[in-house]
């Protein structure tokens, strides 16, 4: 399981959502392979992260999180980021 996600005690396997520490603590985190590979485009996916974005001068393109609805769209998108991958390793 990812180390920073957040789950109900003693399940990891659970979905809740982060608490405010919780997303501050993890912002540095979300921000670092940004920083280290200089990403163009930042996404956020949900308000949650948009906010932790803005707090930290970022600005975002906001998506809807897939547990709100939002999954039709997320899929899109990682369908176009494996097209990126494929063009990429392809020239």
């Known amino acids: ?32 392979p940004a920083a280290a590979f200089r990403a163009g485009t930042i996404v956020a996916v949900g308000r949650k992260a948009e906010g932790a974005l803005a707090r930290n001068g970022v600005a975002a393109i906001p998506l809807r999180h897939p547990a709100q609805g939002g999954a039709r769209v997320f899929a899109q998108l990682a369908r176009l980021a494996r097209l990126d991958e494929e063009e990429q390793r392809a020239t």
């Open 1 to 32: 399981m990812y180390p920073n996600h957040p789950h109900e005690p003693g399940r990891p396997r659970t979905n809740r959502a982060p608490r405010a520490a919780e997303i501050a603590e993890g912002t540095p985190i979300a921000l670092a």
